[in-house]
């Protein structure tokens, strides 16, 4: 039973061979080991690597953050020389608003920052205006929605929006706020440049 089982073993083995040498060999090589129709040759290995890497690859780039210090996460960018805010998601812009940061001689500090407290509508007594949507950042400094006087629906500094023209905060306009305010949490970076 073992010498039939061995021959059997041997007549598969041989059976294969043809097979074998033309997946080892070039087609003109595998003919000349004794196949009188060589298979066709495998495609040469760059060509199965880059099918696989194209199927099974990840994606080639990785998006960050614009912020060296929290390329991850959320992240709200506040540009002064653009005059423009961005929040941003994983390297993924989620929102860009028009804002309105310090005028000259009220100047909105730079750096690196987060919300500290969120305020749905925050009173200032320095200026004597309701701050809508307020995100306290730094010091007696917010994001928040245009100001408006006790008792008025006039929002202060519409048309100025994408000008300098605050007293340090950063103004966003109407709707835009509220967007802003509902994203973002305590403790969301803050990056000022």
Not at 3 to 29: D, G, K, N, Q, Y
Not at 61 to 77: F, K, M, Q
Not at 143 to 157: A, T
């Amino acid at each position: 039973m073992r010498t039939i089982f061995r021959l059997m073993i041997v007549a598969v083995a041989l059976a294969a061979l043809p097979f074998a040498a033309s997946a080892l060999h070039t087609p003109s090589e595998a003919a000349s080991v004794g196949s009188p129709t060589a298979a066709p040759a495998s495609p040469p290995l760059t060509e199965a690597r880059d099918e696989y890497e194209t199927k099974y690859r990840p994606p080639s780039a990785v998006v960050w953050n614009p912020d060296p210090l929290h390329r991850t996460g959320d992240l709200i960018e506040v540009s002064i020389a653009k005059q423009r805010l961005t929040a941003w998601h994983e390297g993924h812009v989620v929102h860009r608003f028009k804002i309105s940061t310090g005028r000259p001689g009220y100047d909105t500090p730079t750096g690196h920052y987060k919300v500290i407290v969120k305020i749905s509508n925050a009173w200032s007594r320095k200026w004597s205006v309701w701050m809508p949507w307020a995100m306290n950042w730094h010091g007696n400094y917010f994001i928040h929605q245009l100001p408006h006087k006790d008792g008025s629906s006039v929002n202060i500094g519409a048309s100025r929006l994408g000008h300098p023209d605050s007293h340090g905060c950063v103004r966003v306009g109407v709707g835009n706020a509220e967007t802003l305010f509902h994203w973002a949490s305590v403790g969301t970076p803050v990056w000022v440049h």
